[in-house]
């Protein structure tokens, strides 16, 4: 890509998936799924709401328990994580947030390894398929410093 060889293009179909909103959908109209989808959206899929079908005031007094995070927001970019910063700082996140831009996460407490390190996972497909596996690894909240290992997947 850098070379000016190929081209790297998302198709619209990766538009979805990697919308946040997208997981909002899931809990939000989870009666609309098959009862074993159910089941992998409780049991894989942080809960998740539209910033707008919140309370300001709930966000506000539960901090603790949520995370911000923009639709489109990658490598922790735009996200804020309330336990991790002050009430001052939350209440101006929530002010400047857009709604029907931004979702709210249950916060959830990931496996760390020896080192206090997390793993983020993330799977690479080409046509439909799966091609790659791709991980972020990194101390406290992902953000531009994670260490980035993608691994290829034959088959």
């Known amino acids: 890509m850098l070379a000016g060889t190929c081209a790297v293009v998302n198709p619209f179909g990766a538009v979805v998936p990697q919308n946040k909103r ?9 009666h609309r799924f098959s009862r074993k989808s159910q089941d992998t959206i ?3 899929v942080p809960v998740t709401r539209r910033l707008e079908a919140f309370h300001r005031e709930q966000l506000e007094a539960q901090r603790d328990d949520w995370v911000l995070k923009s639709d489109y927001g990658a490598e922790g970019d735009e996200v804020v994580v309330g336990r991790h910063v002050t009430p001052e700082v939350w209440r101006k996140s929530l002010a400047e ?3 029907r831009r931004w979702i709210a996460q249950r916060y959830f407490r990931a496996r760390e390894g020896a080192r206090g390190e997390t793993v983020n996972y993330g799977v690479f497909l080409l046509g439909g398929e ?6 972020r690894v990194q101390v406290g909240p992902t953000d531009d410093r994670a260490l980035s290992a993608p691994v290829l997947v034959a088959g």
Do not use: T, V
């Not at 997208?22 to 109209?29: G, I, N, S, T, V």
């Open 42 to 44: 409780r049991a894989h």
């Open 97 to 99: 947030a857009r709604p």
């Open 22 to 30: 997208a997981m909002a959908f899931m809990w939000e109209q989870i």
């Open 130 to 135: 799966a091609a790659g596996l791709y991980a």
